[in-house]
């Protein structure tokens, strides 16, 4: 990976600068920017001057850790870097964790649109699971529960050149801890609130809202979806699992360059 830097932030950067919005990567918790090799290669070939960043959160790939995981405050370091990088709203896009880090800084920043890839911004269940299982989270044992999501995330849908990139990232415990804290301490109505709060503000900036599944959302996520952002753009990526920029990289690059 290079040694290019935006705001402190390890990047890759392709393309120029020639007016139309550029494109921010944000990677998944544990992942890295390398994540987003395959859809950076498909669109080099699809637009090749397209200025395209794909950034390390903090705490992963090449990025300093921070005391400090919350999403408010990295949406703010994500908007340093973007700034350092020279872009003026560009479409933020985010895999798992990125895409609900994606969805805050839409609602802050200035954004020409956001893609969600597979992020179910409704996490009342996966927050009380990660409840339950806290005590182990905080123990030697905490590689445990990261096995266990992965497994149900479907690694074996993918490429064998991009899955051990799925396979071998385990996040460290102060990451698991920091960036799941929003997960751990607040309430599931609240999360549904902040989240509902998000995307009004994306919508009301007149920005474009995208999400991406592996599977057909659930009908539960969708509705509430669709009544919050009734112009959402939602694409399934049949057979992709919790990975379709992995999967089926060719098919988000063109919906990045549609």
């Known amino acids: 990976m290079s040694d290019t830097y935006y705001g402190g932030l390890a990047a890759d950067s392709q393309g120029i600068n020639d007016g139309r919005p550029a494109v921010v990567l944000l990677h998944g918790l544990g992942a890295d920017r390398r994540q987003w ?8 070939l699809l637009d090749p001057e397209r200025r395209v ?3 390390d959160l903090p705490g992963h790939g090449g990025s300093p850790r921070r005391d400090s995981y919350a999403l408010d405050e990295v949406a703010a370091v994500v908007h340093g870097a ?14 798992s964790f990125g895409g609900v880090l994606a969805t805050v800084y839409g ?28 005590p ?19 690694p074996e849908a993918l490429p064998d050149d991009v899955r051990e990139l799925v396979q071998t990232a ?16 607040v309430p599931a109505e609240e999360l549904t609130e902040r989240r509902t709060r998000d ?4 919508r009301a900036k007149a920005a474009t809202y995208d999400y991406v599944a592996g599977d057909e959302p659930a009908t539960v996520f969708r509705t509430w979806l669709t009544s919050v952002m009734p112009e959402v753009s939602i694409t399934v990526v049949s057979g992709s699992g919790h990975f379709p920029h992995l999967a089926a990289p060719a098919d988000l690059a063109k919906i990045l360059t549609g």
């Open 37 to 44: 090799g395959p859809v950076r290669r498909e669109l080099a």
């Open 53 to 55: 960043v794909a950034l």
């Open 82 to 95: 973007v700034t350092e990088a020279g872009l003026t709203a560009p479409t933020v896009v985010g895999h």
């Open 107 to 134: 609602a802050t920043y200035p954004v020409r649109g956001v893609v969600n890839v597979d992020q179910p911004l409704l996490v009342g269940g996966f927050a009380e699971m990660l409840r339950r299982a806290e």
């Open 136 to 154: 182990v989270l905080r123990s030697p044992d905490r590689g445990q529960i990261w096995d266990f999501l992965i497994a149900g995330m479907r």
């Open 170 to 185: 385990t996040p460290a415990q102060e990451l698991l801890l920091g960036y799941w804290n929003e997960l751990l301490t």
């Open 199 to 202: 995307l009004s503000a994306i």
